[in-house]
T-cell receptor, first 108, second 112 residues
Framework: KNEVEQSPQNLTAQEGEFITINCSYSVGISALHWLQQHPGGGIVSLFMLSSGKKKHGRLIATINIQEKHSSLHITASHPRDSAVYICAVASGAQKLVFGQGTRLTINP | EPEVTQTPSHQVTQMGQEVILRCVPISNHLYFYWYRQILGQKVEFLVSFYNNEISEKSEIFDDQFSVERPDGSNFTLKIRSTKLEDSAMYFC??????????FGDGTRLSIL
């Protein structure tokens, strides 16, 4: 059974700061997902990756398969980035195992 | 951009009643999922569905739960006799082969 741990659980930063959220998992995976959940509850997929690094706008996701670790970075953070960021992993079958989420608050 | 749509957005039901949550996945997707999130907790997998049958289910998905794809477009989750602990946000998701899952906005289920 895969365990997914995220850190930190809560993060508050000032607008413009560089943000890093970490995710560790216990068992080998086929893919890792970063998701964003807004206060209304809806979930949006940000990245799906199985190796290396992906970039989309101000968001960057990296994964180290050997160390079973992934990071999500936000450059030039903005208040609209405030949300819960969730790491989820897939092992073989497509079902996802979720971390507990990181609540990010960006103050103006 | 195509979206996964879920109805209703909020369902209030008396304990012991049956409830059906509805989802319309993205039309060319092959895999369909239900997840739930109890307030303040992490999202949990319930069931995955592929080629008109359940491909995997969790311990949570007991005999009270069932899924159907009745008409080739809708994907439903039925809870036969609801319990207080079924109160949660239920998310439907769909994906193509080796692709990110697209989530609906969820149905908030409140059991009284």
């Amino acid at each position: 059974k895969n365990e997914v741990e995220q850190s930190p659980q809560n993060l508050t930063a000032q607008e413009g700061e560089f943000i890093t959220i970490n995710c560790s998992y216990s068992v080998g995976i086929s893919a890792l997902h970063w998701l964003q959940q807004h206060p209304g509850g809806g979930i949006v997929s940000l990245f799906m990756l199985s190796s290396g690094k992906k970039k989309h706008g101000r968001l960057i996701a990296t994964i180290n398969i050997q160390e079973k670790h992934s990071s999500l970075h936000i450059t030039a953070s903005h208040p609209r980035d405030s949300a819960v960021y969730i790491c989820a992993v897939a092992s073989g079958a497509q079902k996802l195992v979720f971390g507990q989420g990181t609540r990010l608050t960006i103050n103006p | 951009e195509p979206e996964v749509t879920q109805t209703p957005s909020h369902q209030v039901t008396q304990m012991g009643q049956e409830v059906i949550l509805r989802c319309v996945p993205i039309s060319n997707h092959l895999y369909f999922y239900w997840y739930r999130q109890i307030l303040g907790q992490k999202v949990e997998f319930l069931v995955s569905f592929y080629n008109n049958e359940i491909s995997e289910k969790s311990e949570i998905f007991d005999d009270q739960f069932s899924v159907e794809r009745p008409d080739g477009s809708n994907f439903t989750l039925k809870i036969r006799s609801t319990k207080l602990e079924d109160s949660a946000m239920y998310f439907c998701a769909s994906s193509g082969d080796i692709q990110p899952q697209h989530f609906g906005d969820g149905t908030r289920l409140s059991i009284l």
